[in-house]
């Protein structure tokens, strides 16, 4: 086990107030490590010395950002496979997909390497004589970064990768269950050439160090990917204090199955969208929303393919499904499976854990046959639980996706173009997916939700622009 997760504080790194253990869901006999954790005063020491390497970083040249970022991004890529390894061990997802996000993570901040460069502004005529009016965009400041559990190595790298290459300093805190993932990140940006203070890394509770920085008068954005319930608190506290926040929440996300559709095709995408990373995806489709005409085929389809989904460990060969990424989640997930089955859904297969070679939180991903009012297909679960809900037609189909608090993704499958772009049209959620799962999207496009799923401005892509910089109007008279 190794023991040397320090935070990370104006360039040094530094032992923390407590420790703690970081487990492998996979295999509760083998923790992944042991790590420092941060308290108000320390996560206060780690917001001043953002604050102080404020000015410099914001007036370092777009080359030397890129240069930075490139060079944090070429590492990642380069090292993808033992940072995916470290990720499946940490929180749980398959190795291919542990890979896969660390590949993502690399992608991002290459992505952004090149946005440094990209700076723009615009040149207006004045209404006056012999003046001229630019408009450019400056970084905000000091962004507080807290992170979830669930993509622990890719949501940090579309936060602190833009927050950088803007000119922005940063103070990240990844979930407490995710600290090697969070410290092998911040190692990474700690040797890319940023001065002392430009990035800190702080692990630790939410209740200390992530309410510290919400509290910080020092921290001028805030970006925060979490559950809806900590995001709405968070956002009264920050926005009381004139900070800017941008917040990406949770989701409870229909993917539709109209009559038309190539049902092998829907049924793949029923399974990715909602069982993939064992369900813990913010766009993961828990509302599978089928037209009556096709039920009966889909659901009898996805319960076998559904059965046949080999779940264990993370590092396994061959395995689909990991853990679920801790105790807690996966008792959230059982209580769930009891309030479907009490509600009077019906459980055609799986919901249970599941025995492996090593102890860990095993669950098999669980289909309901439900009622739009039941409770599992309203509030989010966050685990492997989808419930199937059948629709009259298309229309009434259309009425049940949207019938939720949350508009994080919707996703329809239909043979039909006319139907698509209705369906595209219609959907009330941030992105929209035909005929693809509704997890699973690019890195260089606007990401985000409506609703309760989202507040604030996108984040990725050049969209980032918009929380991680502020805008000046400069008139020149000559
Ligand atoms: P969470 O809200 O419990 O925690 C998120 C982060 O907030 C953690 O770092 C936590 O320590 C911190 N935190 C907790 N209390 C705080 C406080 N009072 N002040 C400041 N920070 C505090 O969420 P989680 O369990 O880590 O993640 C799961 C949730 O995240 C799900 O609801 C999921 O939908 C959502 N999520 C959303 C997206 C998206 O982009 N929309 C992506 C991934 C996950």
Redo the contacts with the bound molecule.
Sequence with gaps: MQSSFRNYINGRWETGVTTAISENPSDLGSPVGEYARADAAQTDAAIRAASQASAAWAFTTPQRRADVLDQIGSEILARKDELGDLLAREEGKTLAESIGEAARAGNIFKFFAGEALRATGEKFASVRPGIEVDVTREPIGVIGI??????PLA?PAWKIAPALAYGNTVVF????LVPACGWALSEIISRAGLPAGAFNLVNG???QV??A??DSPLVDGIS?????A?GA??LKTAVERGAKVQL????KNPLVVLADADLDQAVECAVQGAFFSTGQR?TASSRLIVESTAYDAFVAKLRERTRALKVGHALGRGIEIGPVASRAQLEQNLGYIEIGRHEGAELVVGGATVECATPGHYMAPALFLGEPQHRIARE?I?GPVAVVIRADDADHALALANDTPYG?CAGVCTRSLKQATHFKRHLQAGMVMVNLPTAGVDYHVPFG?RKA??HGPREQGRYAAEFYTTVKTAYTHA
């Design positions: 807290i992170a979830p559990w669930n993509f949501i805190k990844p979930a407490e509770s939410g209740r992530g309410q920085i919400v925060f990917t979490g559950s809806q900590t608190q968070l990406e929440m949770g989701g913010c989010e966050f994080l939700g799923s989202s």
